[in-house]
């Protein structure tokens, strides 16, 4: 069940979206590109005036990003290890501040890691002290690349994608639409993650590409 | 003749609370949308037969994307609905074809029964136009707890050439119905209508 993790979580709705993309006017793929986000819709503690201080939301969204990215996962019909992009992003209705989406950027990211295999140390990076290390230390080694925005009910966001262990990938560069129908209002906020398990259908611009990764530095 | 699918989406939309209230259990509602080719784009046909087929091919398809978005049994689906956008090279009766002829059997088949007509819409539009989709509850059209509609829309959809066939199925009506009307426990199920 979800929202039960806190009172500054009350989850009012949530919204999963997945397609399937099987060519865009060129050669049919074999295996459709899968692409998807899922977004809660829930309460903004903080809207309709200033809050200084509104860290332990940060803190209290850690066990929605973990249900949200295992529920994406599952609403794909894949498992982790077929998912190579990702990206995340928040939508904060019109009582919020654009900063408030901005708390999403540690629950959401690191949930989605995690669950992809991701072996860093959490609390570091929430400090702002990410660790070096070499060879392939485990997967979901890229920036989660985000967007965020205040709008109004219905407002679209599209949420950057890039490839899981190393941002450069040219293939991989992706945006995803998402939009949910009636929110956020005024006192809510919507926030997303979104995954997909390939490159763009008919990539061809060069680039790195994924089989040449070789720093696992999250960038090349 | 079978569907030339660019694209399938589907969406679950899941209420957990409304209006303070917690939505117990929460209502879902499940959209399956493809995108297709049309056969008759940019010229005049007087037979739809092709449209007409892939609306059989796509009600089976779509119908039973929803129910398993839903992870329900067949029979525990309570609404739907189905509707179409066509691109500007084709005509809103392509909608028609698509929808009316044989869309109906393999979604009733996906969703056990079916006894009531399927509420439609249908229009033409453009990439990223919104459709809403009408719902009634599958076996009896009066049910008043389940009139409602899902907003159906794809950013890239449907280009010139394509038609966006949407359906949708929930497993429950409006997020805390109180406006009357025939209830649930009250349906004979048998007319299609009560």
């Known amino acids: 069940m979800f929202g039960l993790s806190s009172d500054l979580i009350d989850v009012r709705r949530v919204f999963t979206h997945v397609e399937e993309i099987h060519h865009e006017f060129g050669p049919v793929a074999d295996a459709p590109l899968v692409r998807g986000a899922i977004a809660a819709v829930l309460r903004n503690p903080y809207a309709g005036s200033y809050h200084a201080n509104i860290v332990p939301m940060m803190e209290a969204l850690n066990p929605l990003g973990v249900q949200l990215a295992q529920q994406l996962c599952q609403a794909m019909g894949v498992a982790p290890d077929a998912i190579q992009g990702y990206g995340k992003g928040a939508i904060v209705g019109a009582s919020g501040e654009l900063e408030h989406g901005a708390l999403w950027h540690v629950p959401g990211g690191y949930a989605m890691r995690e669950l992809l295999g991701w072996k860093g140390d959490r609390a570091a990076y929430t400090a702002g002290q990410g660790g070096v290390s070499s060879g392939q230390p485990g997967n979901a080694l890229s920036i989660v690349p985000s967007t965020k925005k205040v709008g109004p009910p219905g407002a679209a966001l599209d949420v950057p994608l890039t490839h899981i262990n190393a941002s450069y990938v040219r293939s991989h560069f992706d945006a995803i639409e998402v939009r949910v129908p009636g929110a956020p209002r005024a006192d809510e906020i919507v926030l997303i993650l979104a995954m997909s398990t390939g490159a763009r259908v008919h990539a061809r611009v060069g680039g790195l590409a994924a089989q040449d990764i070789s720093q696992w530095n999250g960038l090349r | ?194």
Do not use: W
């Open chain 2, 1 to 194: 003749m079978t569907a030339q699918i660019r694209k399938i989406v589907v969406q679950v939309d899941e209420v957990l609370q409304e209006g303070g209230k917690a939505v117990t259990p929460p209502t879902r509602r499940a959209l399956a949308m493809a995108v297709i080719a049309n056969p008759y784009a940019a010229r005049f046909s007087d037979n739809l037969d092709e449209l007409i087929a892939i609306g059989e091919e796509l009600g089976g398809l779509l119908g039973a994307r929803c129910v398993k978005a839903l992870g329900i049994k067949p029979a525990d689906a309570h609404s739907y609905g189905k509707a179409a956008i066509v691109g500007e090279a084709g005509e809103l009766e392509h909608a028609a074809a698509l929808l009316h002829p044989k869309l109906g059997a393999p979604l009733r088949m996906a969703v056990s029964k079916g006894a009531a007509l399927v509420p439609s819409a249908k229009k033409q539009g453009t990439l990223g136009t919104a459709i809403d989709v009408p719902l009634g509850h599958k076996d009896a059209a009066f049910v008043r707890s389940h009139f409602d509609a899902m907003e159906a829309r794809i950013h890239d959809a449907p280009r010139a050439n394509e038609i966006l066939v949407a359906v949708v199925v929930t497993d429950s009506g409006r997020p805390h119905p109180r406006v009357g009307g025939l209830q649930v426990h009250e349906i004979v199920g048998q007319d299609g209508l009560r």
